[in-house]
């Protein structure tokens, strides 16, 4: 194995290959299939904090633990012509999300508009998967998840709400939709991960100790926000000065609408520890939101519309020392073409979870360039 060469893996290969460990992990193929297209298409964006580099760590390693379920149970807990509100007993968060948002589709298109409320969930991959599932049909979706305690509030130092995404795609007329898909943090722990990976220091202001001071140093930092000894910045930074207080307000609402409308866990409460230190469920909670553009206007002029704004927002003056400008969605599609014919690309780090899910597994079936 050639030190820290970075390989590239075809797209097929790698989804039938996460296919593979889901169900030798337990996971029914159907569901298997779901959990390694949502992974997949992470990677296929270019979203390399939530692909495969997600598999081992967040899925793969908390199966075994016994705090994510492989089968997933799904239970409706109360459904109205527009609404419902999902149980997903603690399962594979992709499969409870991506039929709770095939049920805000369904409704969406019976009566203009359908919300879905979750709890008792897990990690469930890209938010954005989810709000592209509504645009493929024509609508405008919405998408948002809590999670374990990441952020510390406007003032404070103590890891309270998650990375939490607040999460839009909307279809154009361009090749490619507006999606928008980002933590309600400067960064997100996936990101972390990435420079961990690759044996880089992050850079300063993404991340405060206990004493509301910046921290840089990658791997402790990943450590310490498990044991509440460090926090993420929301988005704007500290303070109000630049706006925190605005990314800090944005990951409250994400927190509510995953909890309050569903009667779910929230902020400590989803640490995924018990009040002795032993590991558990997450019991993560999400809304998906399904617009009818057609309720609205018809889509072909909805389409030209979001295109012209789009546009009009590139073509406008850059500034001296950038490029160009970019709307949301665009450089995920851009990521697409460069990578559609080359793969998933895998560090060393990542080459080594691979191998060992390959051998626990007992999945000779692959041999991959990196073991030559």
């Known amino acids: 194995m050639e030190k820290d060469k970075i390989y590239w893996i075809p797209f097929d290969l790698m989804e039938q290959f996460m296919i593979d460990v889901f169900v030798g992990s337990g996971v029914p193929p159907e569901d298997a299939k779901i959990c390694a297209d949502v992974l997949i298409t992470a990677d296929q964006l270019g979203i390399d904090s939530h692909g495969i580099g ?27 012509p527009t609404t419902a509100v999902i149980d997903g007993h603690n399962g594979m968060g992709h499969v409870i999300s991506y039929h709770a948002m095939n049920m805000a589709i369904e409704k969406a298109s019976q009566y203009g508009m359908g919300m879905v ?3 008792n969930s897990s990690h469930y991959g890209i938010a954005g998967y989810y709000a592209l599932m509504a645009v493929e049909k024509g609508m405008i979706g919405i998408t948002g998840t809590n999670a374990r305690p990441s952020i510390a509030p406007t003032f404070g130092v103590e890891n309270m709400l998650g990375t939490n995404p607040l999460t839009f795609g909307i279809p154009t007329d361009e090749e490619f939709p507006f999606l928008l898909d980002c933590a309600t943090s400067v960064t997100q722990r996936g990101k972390i991960e990435v420079y961990a990976r690759k044996g880089r220091e992050i850079p300063p202001g993404w991340v405060i100790d206990e004493n509301g001071n910046t921290r840089t140093d990658t791997i402790q930092i990943l450590e310490d926000l498990v044991k509440g000894k460090a926090a993420l910045t929301p988005l704007g930074g500290l303070g109000e000065e630049q706006g925190g207080y605005k990314g800090y ?9 995953s909890a309050a409308l569903q009667q779910g866990a929230f902020l400590k409460a989803l640490s995924g520890f018990d009040e002795k230190g032993n590991k558990r469920p997450y019991r993560l909670g999400h809304f998906f939101i399904a617009i009818q553009v057609e309720a609205f206007i018809d889509l072909d002029s909805f389409k030209k519309t979001a295109g012209d704004i789009l546009r009009q927002l590139r073509a406008s003056r850059v500034a001296p020392n950038a490029d160009r400008i970019y709307t949301a969605g665009e450089k995920e599609y851009l990521a697409w073409l460069e990578r559609k014919d080359r793969g998933v690309p895998v560090n060393k780090a990542l080459q080594q979870d691979m191998l060992v899910m390959k051998q626990e597994l007992g999945l000779n079936q692959y041999h991959f360039p990196f073991e030559d």
């Open 249 to 257: 307000g944005y990951a409250t609402v994400v927190e509510i609408l």
């Open 54 to 80: 997600r598999l081992k760590p967040i899925y793969y390693d908390r199966i075994k633990a016994g705090i994510l379920k492989p089968v997933t149970r799904m239970e409706i807990v109360k459904e109205g």
């Open 117 to 119: 409320a979750v709890r």
